[in-house]
């Protein structure tokens, strides 16, 4: 008992409880700048994959081909490394930020440009799934009404293939917040590092001395319930919005018939 008191007391420290409350700060941050940023870039490979069919454009599709494939069928951790070592950091972030010296400020920035590029090879193909579900009227119907190649994805065809794949997207965003715990493997200062770091030095906060067993169950215990807290909020928010749209939409139906 005197061990799980003092484990417990580990995670009820004030400076300790805050030190890691901002580490899921930096890991919600990282994990949605590689969404956003994934999402944006993945629809590019989308496009290009799907529809530079053309003797001029197919290089572009061949491209995209080789990017999807070779991020999306390697480790996210292979490409960490290989970012750590040969991604060039901008000047401007060689700096104090956010509270983190220089080096981890780099080092956040190379881990996350990793997170970027394997996030965007998977969406990518999510994406298209949703293009591929989208019907080939919709562009006969949008040509007749005067529409160019481009308004007709922008308008039409690009709003239904988000809308089809909000539920494989979602999916995503929950891996992609739980993979951003790879980070902890190269020391950056998402959730998982600063786990791993207080658990390095528990004797400190125990006050018994050395760590203990249950100073592991206990501090990843706590992480666990961090990342199933944000991950179900998330996936709860997102269902209950799509009832909602479902039900407006069913009413409509009923209104006008």
């Not at 119907?141 to 494989?168: C, D, E, K, W």
């Amino acid at each position: 008992m005197e061990t799980i008191k003092g484990s417990l007391a580990i995670i009820t420290n004030g400076a300790v409880l805050l030190y890691l409350l901002k580490g899921v700060a930096f890991t919600v941050i990282i994990s949605l700048v590689a969404v956003t940023v994934g999402l944006l870039f993945g629809s590019v490979l989308a496009l290009l994959r799907n529809y530079c069919n053309s003797k001029k454009t197919r290089i572009l599709k061949w491209l995209a081909v080789a990017y999807i494939e070779i991020f999306r069928n390697t480790p996210l951790l292979l490409w960490i490394f290989v970012c750590l070592v040969f991604c060039p950091c901008p000047e401007f972030l060689g700096r104090k930020m956010w509270g983190l010296s220089s080096a981890e400020v780099k080092l956040l920035f190379k881990t996350a440009v990793a997170l970027i590029l394997f996030t965007s090879s998977v969406i990518a193909e999510i994406v298209r799934g949703g293009l591929n579900s989208v019907a080939e009227g919709q562009f006969e119907a949008g040509h007749s009404q005067g529409f160019s190649t481009v308004q007709i994805m922008v308008y039409i065809v690009l709003p239904q293939a988000y809308r089809n794949i909000v539920p494989t997207l979602l999916s995503q965003v929950i891996t992609t917040i739980k993979d951003s715990s790879y980070l902890a493997n190269v020391a950056t200062i998402e959730l998982m590092a600063r786990v791993k770091k207080i658990l390095s030095s528990a004797q400190k906060y125990n006050g018994l001395g050395t760590v203990n067993v249950s100073d592991v169950f206990v501090l990843f215990g706590f992480a666990c319930l961090i990342y199933f807290a944000i991950n179900f909020t998330i996936s709860f928010f997102v269902r209950n919005l799509q009832k909602k749209r479902k039900n407006t939409a069913m009413v409509g139906r009923r209104a006008e018939a």
